[in-house]
Nanobody, 124 residues
Framework: VQLQASGGGLVQPGGSLRLSCAAS??????MGWFRQAPGREREFVAA????????SHADSVKGRFTISRDRAKNMVYLQMNSVEFEDTAVYYC????????????????????WGQGTLVTVSS
């Protein structure tokens, strides 16, 4: 199983960026994104249930970030709009073998697989 994240880079405040994650080896119950900024704990960003597209977003990104999936391509995306300095972090693509209930989608311990991370830097 491999999760290959891409799309990170330098973006100005208020700008947009789209992260992509290509999953290989199998299909999953849930996929999502976590992030970790320097000196901060890892935190949930967004997740999607593969079967029906049900999504969950962290309060800090609601209205700005949107997770989506392409079942045919086995890929998940994170559209990041109106980015802020506080969005600077390494973003990790994650996946879980079986679907998890909505209330657990934000729990990092629910995810079996973690990608290598892609760095997003918000700077003017």
């Amino acid at each position: 199983v491999q999760l290959q994240a891409s799309g990170g880079g330098l973006v100005q405040p208020g700008g947009s960026l789209r992260l992509s994650c290509a999953a290989s080896g199998r299909t999953f119950g849930n996929m999502g994104w976590f992030r970790q900024a320097p000196g901060r704990e890892r935190e949930f960003v967004a997740a999607v249930r593969w079967s029906d597209g049900l999504t969950s977003h962290a309060d800090s990104v609601k209205g700005r970030f949107t997770i989506s999936r392409d079942r045919a391509k086995n890929m998940v995306y994170l559209q990041m709009n109106s980015v802020e300095f506080e969005d600077t972090a390494v973003y990790y693509c994650v996946a879980r073998s079986r679907p998890v209930v909505y209330s657990a989608m934000q729990d990092p311990n629910q995810y079996d697989y973690w990608g290598q991370g892609t760095l997003v830097t918000v700077s003017s």
